[in-house]
Each structure stands twice: as structure tokens, then as C-alpha cells.
């Protein structure tokens, strides 16, 4: 039996596919808080889930027994749900919120490609957070990039770079290349010296980029208050070291040596004319 199990049939509308995995690039929960206040915010329903039995060793990644209010035991397994979230605008989007599993990531990889064809995806969006050499007290740089050297050239991101252990969006991304689905990630970088979640300021910052990519209202402005103070309760603790001090007003003096994504107005644009091209539409 396949992993890959359908809920219901996925009606949509022009949709993407947003996903963020707990692991190795998800810094302070900074990309899975961030699809997770999306699809608080949404209309959404479920559409299909990656059964855990086969990709998870429990022994690294423990279920978790919750007693449910009528006494009842709950086992609450590892999951991968993708739900469709509705919007007024333009377009749906597919969202997953997961956790990044322990074996056979080909085949998980398969099993999301599957999902994105079947749910007619245009293009599929990775969200990731790294710590950094950053300053909290600066914009926390998001930067973008795409394997397609064609694709990254068209949307001005960057290609990838990064050589050493990877992480299953890694795969992911080599395989969606490979079988044509447009890809993109976007990364947080979150201050090195506060690497514990929650990050709102991280968060905030991965939420607004997406926001200019999909042109969708996704809620970042209300995340506006958590991330502010979230700064000042960082600055309060560090006021009382001077070598913290020093180091931070250097961190702020090169924060931005990543080259930014261009501006979201240019992006979104391309984006869309990219879009109307692969689906051969000739509309303006």
C-alpha cells in the first residue's frame, strides 16, 4: 500500500504549493510557524496525508499519547498533512506544515510531486530557516533561489550554492526540477545567538516575502506586534552584557552582505508572467 493516501479530491484554483519541514532547516520553527499561521488564518480542508509507518524511526522521533477529554488515549503520530487553503484572491494554495522524515526521501519526495500534479500546482514554494550571522535588531534577510538556472535568471533569485549535508528539501528540489515542476525556496536567516523558537520576527519576515510572491493577503501584518517585541526582549537581555553589545553593532554594520531577493512588486510580476507562460496563456 502506498504512503501516500487521499482524503478527498482536490478542487482548485491556479494553486501553490507552500512547504515547510520540521528539521534541519527550520531554524527556532521559523518556516513551519510561518505555513501554520497561514492555514489558522484560511478557509482550509484536508486533501491528503504521508502515512509515517515507513519513513519515520520512531526511535529518533517519538509519537506523543495525549488523553483526549472524554478519557480516551490518542496516539498522535509524525505527520505530513496538505491541505487546500481558500482565498478570495487569484489563487488557492496547497499548504504542508511537516515534519522531515528519517528514511526513503526519494520516495517522499514522489509522493509530494504526485500531490502537486495531481492538485494542477503551477509552481511549488519551499520555505526554510538557517541561523546566520544576522543582527535581531536589523531586517532578518530572506533570500531566494531556484535549481532552474532558467527560472532564477527569469525571477532574479539566486542558484544554489550551498555544498554539504542536506536536508530533504534538498531532494525534494532536485527531483521537482527534474520532473519540471517550477521550484523556489525561501530562506530566513535567524541570529545564531537566539536559535530557540518561537522566532516572530523570523516568521514575520518569511510571511511578508510570500505574501509578495503570491500577491495573497496571508496575515503577516498581525504578526507585526509579536515580532516587535520579540526584538526589544532580545535587546533587554543582551543591554546588560557589553561584549554582546559590540558584537551585536557589528553584526548590524554587515547584516545585509546576502544579496536580497529583488523588490516583491518585481518579483510577483515575473512571477506571473512566468506563470501565464507555462500555461500558455497569452492573456496580459
Known amino acids: 500500500m502506498t504512503e501516500l493516501i487521499w482524503d478527498a479530491e482536490p478542487i482548485t484554483e491556479r494553486p501553490l504549493v507552500v512547504l515547510a519541514f520540521r528539521g534541519l532547516f527550520d531554524a527556532a520553527s521559523a518556516a513551519t510557524n510561518a505555513v501554520n499561521w497561514v492555514r489558522e ?22 509519537p506523543s499519547v495525549r488523553v483526549l477529554p472524554d478519557g480516551r488515549r490518542e496516539i498522535v503520530w509524525p505527520e505530513n498533512e496538505f491541505h487546500v487553503l481558500r482565498f478570495d484572491d487569484r489563487r488557492d494554495l496547497v499548504v504542508c506544515s511537516g515534519t522531515e522524515p528519517h528514511l526513503r526521501w526519494r520516495s517522499f519526495s514522489e509522493h509530494i510531486l504526485a500531490i502537486a500534479q495531481r492538485c494542477g500546482a503551477e509552481m511549488v514554494v519551499t520555505l526554510g530557516a538557517m541561523v546566520g550571522v544576522v543582527a535581531h535588531s536589523r531586517p532578518l534577510p530572506v533570500t531566494g533561489s531556484a535549481t532552474n538556472p532558467a527560472l532564477a535568471e527569469r525571477l532574479g533569485l539566486g542558484s544554489p550554492s550551498y555544498e554539504g549535508p542536506t536536508g530533504v528539501i534538498g531532494t525534494l528540489h532536485d527531483l521537482l526540477d527534474r520532473a519540471g515542476m517550477p521550484v523556489i525556496s ?57 561584549q554582546v553589545i559590540t558584537y551585536v553593532r557589528r553584526l548590524e554594520e554587515q547584516y545585509d552582505a546576502e544579496e536580497p531577493l529583488p523588490s516583491g512588486d518585481d518579483l510577483a510580476a515575473e512571477l506571473e508572467a512566468f506563470l501565464r507562460e507555462q500555461r500558455g496563456d497569452t492573456e496580459s
Open 186 to 242: 525561501l530562506r530566513v536567516a535567524v541570529p545564531h545567538y537566539v536559535p530557540s523558537p518561537p522566532n516572530p520576527k523570523a516568521t514575520h519576515a518569511l510571511l511578508r516575502r510570500l505574501e509578495e510572491v503570491t500577491r495573497l493577503d496571508l496575515g503577516a501584518r498581525a504578526l507585526e506586534p509579536s515580532a516587535t517585541d520579540w526584538e526589544h526582549q532580545v535587546s533587554a537581555a543582551a543591554a546588560d552584557d557589553p
Open 41 to 62: 488564518r484560511a478557509p482550509s480542508s484536508l486533501v491528503a496525508h504521508i502515512d509515517p509507518e515507513l519513513l519515520f524511526d520512531f526511535t529518533q522521533q517519538r
